[in-house]
């Protein structure tokens, strides 16, 4: 595990300073085009270049007519896409782009059960990660009826080593998201997935011992009874059975069903698994100290102190009786040396595009005192100049807290909360920051993510850096909301879209899918790339996609992306996913 954490970290660092010189590297090149060209300084003198159309228009043609091919490999219509430069590709560049394109593809949902998959190469990490456990399950493992034992023991050891990992996986706040870049929501998936095969490897290791008793004890009289009372093998079924159960009720059906119940039985049950688990046996008491004091410095010392804030807000119902927003200002905390963003961040000291926050209203309820919900910070990132911080969070009613929070918000214009945070990661905002060519693709409430990620592209056009590159390859930035109906418009009203619009932002809000249908989302995409790369002066400008919707939307971007990177095209996707 320390090798593969390793690993991640090197390429992390490795990519970043890559990213550092290639933005340069462009810096340079814009600087030395200012030089020899004047005409340029004149003609681009705004933030985002234009696209052949009026940077601040709001549509975008949708030509359903023009050309587009079926690729088997993918198994849907994807554009084809003209004026793309045609170079001669070598063998090995053909199967990396194929490879590269299969990794970022999304398979359809399972039938029947409707599961969402991951994207290709989120399950080739996963299948890899479980294979690691597989190898250190069976290695050197002498697998018989007579040597049962030696597998039963090798499982509990694997399920205890493994329980300060799955621990560290959950944990808000913890030092991978520092040496990888992958802060907790990313590595929810792989949390959840190591849950499913320690809850195996505890059903190997009591199949294991049932087998132990029935070949050698029970030959020589022990009965099956005498054998269940013994004390270790009560706390064992105990323990079982607690971690048994929180994998069902951490199942994405019974989140979605009771997500207040699965909170509250996820915290209690672990706490009475972690009990059993150590008087279960002697040998797992160090990995059970190690995983409650991930827990106790995650829960304790930073989300119910260090990254909490009290705040008083106003609730505000939209127009369509179904949403509310949040907003309060929250005082700045100047940091008082470098290493405080790393150990004591909280929102005082502001927060990045993309980022979340757990919000708690005691006022609404007793049971809510104990309940902390994820929102994503909707209102622009502050400036580090900033003495006043607006922060705003946008709720689409649902089921219970949020419900109850738009009860509340219908007779009630203030409320009282605490805020912990923020977190997430910055992936997408340096991914974009790093293009050239760039896209936010928001589905509903996604615009929560999409607004304040396509302010940090804007502002990121003013750093010092890349002062010289903005005169002479101005970054072009098409902003997509797809919403079901129009009432959802007033969620971000027509002020602040018209504010991306004087930015040159290139804005395109479809017709509402409740009345139109859903838009043609790879259309749309590939014809503005083509059209924006025929006016760049690199070959093959950069890419980069950020997409915040539903799995739908989601997957639509995704597998496009995928057959842009297959026909050639320098393209980095991200999605930022809802659920938790």
């Not at 961040?345 to 609404?364: Q, R, Y």
């Not at 749309?524 to 939307?553: A, F, M, Y």
């Amino acid at each position: 595990m320390a090798l593969l954490l390793f690993g991640f970290t090197v390429f992390h660092w490795t990519s970043k300073f890559g990213s550092w010189r290639s933005r340069r590297k462009r810096a340079n090149e814009g600087r030395l085009g200012v030089m020899s060209s004047k005409a340029a300084e004149a003609t681009h003198s705004v933030s985002f270049g234009s696209t052949g159309a009026s940077s601040s228009g709001s549509t975008l043609q949708d030509n359903s007519s023009s050309p587009r091919t079926y690729n088997p490999e993918y198994g849907e219509q994807i554009p084809l896409l003209k004026n793309h430069p045609k170079t001669r590709h070598s063998q090995g560049l053909q199967v990396s782009r194929a490879v590269k394109a299969w990794l970022v593809y999304q398979p359809k949902p399972i039938p029947f059960f409707n599961k969402t998959l991951p994207s290709n190469g989120t399950s080739v990490t996963i299948l890899a990660f479980i294979g690691i456990q597989i190898f250190f399950a069976l290695y050197r493992v002498p697998l018989s009826i007579a040597t049962i034992f030696v597998f039963a023991d090798r499982a509990s050891l694997l399920f205890a080593a493994n329980l300060p990992v799955l621990y560290l996986f959950a944990a808000k706040n913890q030092p991978i998201k520092f040496l990888t870049g992958y802060s907790y929501e990313s590595l929810n998936i792989i949390h959840r997935r190591l849950g499913e095969v320690m809850c195996l490897l505890a059903l190997f290791h009591a199949a294991g011992f049932v087998a132990v008793w029935y070949t050698l004890l029970r030959p020589v009289g022990f009965t099956f009874v005498r054998f269940l009372l013994e004390k270790i093998i009560l706390l064992g079924i105990a323990t079982f059975v607690v971690y048994e159960l929180l994998y069902f009720t951490s199942l994405g059906s019974f989140r979605q069903w009771r997500y207040e119940v699965f909170l509250g039985l996820h915290v209690s049950l672990q706490v009475f698994a972690l009990i059993f688990l150590w008087f279960h046996h002697h040998g797992s008491r160090p990995y059970v100290y190690a995983a409650l004091a991930i827990f106790i410095i995650d829960r304790f010392v930073y989300r119910m102190t260090l990254k909490t804030e009290k705040a008083t807000g106003t609730l505000e119902v939209k127009d369509d009786k179904a949403t509310v927003v949040f907003s309060t200002r929250v005082p700045t905390t100047p940091k008082r040396w470098a290493w405080s963003n790393l150990l004591n961040s909280n929102l005082t000291h502001g927060w990045k595009a993309t980022e979340h926050v757990f919000l708690t209203v005691p006022e609404l309820s007793r049971k809510h005192v104990f309940q902390a919900h994820p929102f994503t910070i909707a209102s622009k990132a502050p400036s580090p100049v900033d003495a006043d911080l607006h922060l705003e969070l946008i709720i689409r009613a649902q089921n219970g807290f949020s419900r109850d929070l738009l009860r509340y918000g219908q007779g009630h214009k203030s409320v009282a909360v605490r805020l912990d945070g923020p977190y997430g990661s910055q992936s997408a905002v340096e991914m974009l920051q790093d293009s050239d060519i760039n896209i936010i693709v928001a589905g509903g409430s996604g615009i929560a993510v999409a607004w304040p990620l396509a302010w940090s592209v804007i502002d990121a056009q003013t750093d010092d850096d890349l002062e010289f590159m903005s005169l002479s390859n101005p970054k072009k930035l098409l902003f997509v909301w797809v919403v079901r109906d129009s009432s959802h418009l007033d969620w971000l009203g027509p002020t602040k879209i018209e504010e991306l619009r004087t930015k040159g932002v290139e804005v395109l809000i479809p017709p509402p899918t409740a009345q139109d249908g859903h838009p043609d989302i790879e259309h749309i995409l590939g014809t503005w790339i083509t059209r924006c790369s025929s006016n760049r002066s690199r070959v093959s400008p950069k890419v980069g996609v950020v997409c915040s919707g539903p799995d739908g939307l989601n997957r639509g971007v995704r597998n496009t992306c995928s057959a842009l990177l297959y026909q050639g095209h320098d393209v980095s996707v991200e999605i930022e996913k809802f659920g938790w």
